[in-house]
């Protein structure tokens, strides 16, 4: 296989949202073939580089997939599945890209808080934001604020995202964006909430950075806090 | 290949075997005492001569007869009467084979009404705010013409859930005469849909030139004979007891020619009918019986559907109520007597009280259509478009209860659990849990893909938009814009040289069309 025909079959295979060979993907024709693991790993073998790897595939193949979803040709299934291996990918590139000194988009902690232990949302989001080139930490459900805190002093985190499905519990997000302000934390990390309990106004209220509807809508979110960074 | 049509599983019984040997026996009864009024002295001449007791009597100025039907001739007529009805088609995938004693449901277009309503989108702007604009769909009542019914038969051609068409409008335009009534509606439906055609016959003198057409169109009299593309519908007794003349002796020459027929009664409980449920359920029964033994008597053999469309009154009009919950318990006792008798059914369901389409028209179409549809009817009349009973026909209508009926198609597909399937999700379970995330959305895709999963609501608008009128004319016109598949031009000359009565216009392959 020639390092193009690699770099092409990456791609397709992120179009699939093929994680690895035992994938059923959406085309039969590439069941039992290697997926996206195997094959980003058979391209480091070929010394393809991490970049080209992600640009030449990873990126552009998400983005087939973003317009697939956006024609209703695709569903979010098929942007998860898409994203999750695109994630996994990202994972064996890390060290790589690390060690090259590439950057990557941006670093996200995303956690359910304390007394919710409703977890959909939030693995959703942490699917397609890893998917989208973010490094995720995903913190667990029923997280306390102290462990948050924590968190975010030892690992500076750019972003730190609030999940909550219940009302109950929707006021932890205001005591955490407390207890940063109180740890001196606050102007480390943008704070962005989401869940079916809240909303734009209660974001605003609480002096959170965002609220955002959904995983995609998330994305939009960061990607706009990174465009202004970047200017 | 027939049509699938949809194979109720475990199928919704509302009264027992007990109830249904009651009715059984009460209709008898009935047939016997008070028996029948008959105005058509052909009928009374048939039950004379094979046994019933008929005495001469009258009704005002009009001669008519007095019959009482034995239980024997009833039983006879019973024995042989065709368990299989076989209704063909244009297009012989599109045949419908109806077993008496096997739920499977076809849906069905109808009736005929003389109202076609239209629709159109004018755009309103709000007082207060100008730069605010709605669409909202205005409706147009007018009188139905032959060009309403080709293009609600062509738009019924396309639409999925369809098995049959019963033709939907009542033609009035102004060259369309009592005599050639029959052979232009006839030919409007069947040039534009390659499905089966089922209607009434306007006048008995066109019976033999609609069953030409229909024979040079399936190609010949034995031909007509194994694939029966037309098929009649038959009120011939009225509520309560009485054989109507024309339609009965309509009736009698249609099995003559041994063509599908429905045996229909329609008895309104509280008027003509008893408005207990006992009352209506014994004596519709008793009046499809009354037709089912003459068409046997005529015809040994002859195709017969069981054909029911009982309604309740409404208290403030006595108009028929369709919307009334208890017209279609009505129609699933009459299921069930014809599961018993073993003859295929047609049943009614999808008929509303409301004058335009809307949420009353959703609401009471399809509690209708899923209860009825539940309890297995052979050949039901779920009515795709029609409004305020049987006056109105509305094609955005149809189009909204296509969609009805796809849900419903869905929710009747057997359960998918078995030891194979089991292994598989046990497996899959295994697997999701150990996994961080524990979804298993990845294992969705697959299965979204081959049809397992039921499709979203197809007029559902964005956000909190409510836009099913819309998006459901926009499908109508999409479906209008699909192509035609036109019986054949030899034929069709065929046709125009040999029926009388065809309006030119009708002809697609007439020079300057």
């Known amino acids: 296989m020639t390092e193009d025909d690699i770099v092409a079959r990456l791609k397709e295979n992120v179009i699939q949202g093929r994680k690895t060979q035992q994938d059923e993907g959406i085309d039969e024709k590439l069941s039992g073939t290697p997926g996206v693991v195997e094959l980003t790993r058979l391209a480091l073998e070929k010394n393809i580089k991490p970049e080209e790897i992600i640009n030449k595939a990873l990126t552009v193949g998400m983005r087939v997939v973003g317009e697939k979803y956006s024609t209703k040709e695709y569903f979010i299934p098929d942007m998860l599945a898409s994203a999750e291996a695109v994630g996994e990918a990202m994972d064996i590139l890390k060290p790589l890209l690390e060690a090259a000194n590439v950057e990557t988009k941006g670093k996200f902690a995303i956690a359910t808080l304390k007394g919710d232990t409703h977890d959909i949302g939030k693995n959703i989001v942490a699917i397609l934001l890893k998917g989208a080139g973010y490094e995720v930490n995903d913190l667990g459900t029923d997280v306390p604020t102290e462990k948050i805190i924590e968190f975010i002093r030892k690992e500076s985190p750019d972003y730190l995202g609030l999940s909550a499905l219940l009302t109950t519990t929707m006021t932890e997000m205001g005591v955490v964006i407390e207890a940063l302000k109180d740890g001196g934390l606050r102007d480390r990390v943008k704070v962005l909430i989401g869940g079916a309990a809240v909303s734009d106004e209660y974001a605003q209220e609480i002096g959170a950075d965002a609220y955002c509807v959904d995983g995609f809508h998330a994305i939009k979110v960061l990607d706009s806090f990174q465009r202004a960074k970047s200017n | ?233 038959t009120c011939l007794v009225k509520s309560p007891l009485q054989f109507v003349e ?89 299921v069930q007597m014809a599961r018993f008798y073993k003859i295929p059914n047609y049943s009614t369901s999808g008929v509303c009280d409301t004058k335009i389409p809307g949420q009353q028209a959703s609401i009471e179409r399809l509690f209708s259509d899923i209860v009825v549809t539940m309890s297995g009817p052979q050949y039901l009349h ?16 149809a189009v909204l209860d296509d969609a009805h009926f796809q849900m419903l198609k869905f929710f009747l597909r057997p359960a998918r659990i078995n030891q194979p399937e089991l292994n598989e999700v046990l497996k899959q379970i295994k697997e999701v849990v150990a996994t961080p995330q524990k979804l298993y959305i990845r294992y969705i895709r697959q299965v979204m893909r081959s049809g397992e ?30 192509p035609i598949e036109y019986i054949a031009p030899d034929t069709t000359a065929k046709i125009f040289q040999e029926i009388p009565g065809l309006l030119p216009r009708l002809n697609v392959y007439k020079e300057g069309k």
């Open chain 2, 453 to 482: 999963i039921s499709l979203p609501y197809p007029f559902e608008g964005d956000g909190e938009s409510d836009s099913v009128f819309a998006l459901a004319y926009q499908r109508m016109n999409e479906l209008l814009a699909k």
């Open chain 2, 382 to 397: 779920c009515a795709y478009g029609l409004l305020d009973g049987n006056a109105v026909f509305c094609l955005l209508q």
């Open chain 2, 246 to 334: 024309d339609t009965t002796d309509t009736f009698i020459e249609v099995c003559q020619r041994g063509l599908p027929t429905v045996v229909s009664s329609s008895p309104q409980a509280g008027t003509t009918a008893p408005i207990k449920e006992a009352g209506i359920m014994a004596q519709i029964n008793a009046e499809v019986l009354a037709g089912i033994t003459l068409g046997q008597l005529v015809n040994k053999g002859t195709p017969l559907l069981y054909g029911s469309v009982p309604v309740r009154a409404r208290m403030d009009t006595l108009g028929d109520s369709y919307g009334a919950v208890e017209t279609s318990q009505y129609n699933i006792d009459c």
């Open chain 2, 1 to 233: 290949m027939p049509r699938e049509g949809i194979l109720v599983p475990n199928p919704y019984e509302r009264i027992t075997d007990e109830q249904v040997q009651q009715i059984h026996q009460a209709s008898l009864q009935i047939l016997v005492d008070p028996g029948l009024i008959c105005f058509s002295k052909k009928a009374a001449e048939i039950f004379r001569g094979n046994g019933a007791e008929v005495t001469t009597t009258s009704s005002g100025d009009n001669p008519c007869w007095h019959i009482k039907i034995p239980e024997k001739l009833v039983k006879e007529a019973l024995d042989s009467a065709p368990k299989t009805v076989k209704l063909g088609a244009r297009n012989p995938d599109n045949a419908l084979i109806m077993k008496g004693d096997e739920p499977r449901v076809y849906f069905i277009s109808g009736s005929e009404t003389n109202i076609w309503l239209d629709v159109d989108f004018p755009t309103y702007v709000k007082k207060s705010d100008n730069s605010v604009e709605i669409q909202v769909p205005e409706f147009h009542p007018r009188r139905a013409t032959v060009a309403d019914l080709c293009q609600s038969a062509h738009v019924c051609e396309h639409l999925e859930t369809l098995d049959g068409y019963i033709r939907t409008v009542n033609i009035q335009d102004e060259d369309i005469t009592e005599d050639n009534k029959d052979v232009n509606k006839f030919f409007a439906s069947l040039n534009n849909t390659t499905k089966h055609f089922m209607s009434g016959l306007t006048k008995l003198e066109q019976l033999d030139n609609v069953v030409r057409m229909a024979e040079l169109i399936a190609g010949g009299k034995e031909a007509l004979k194994e694939n029966p593309i037309i098929s009649f519908i």
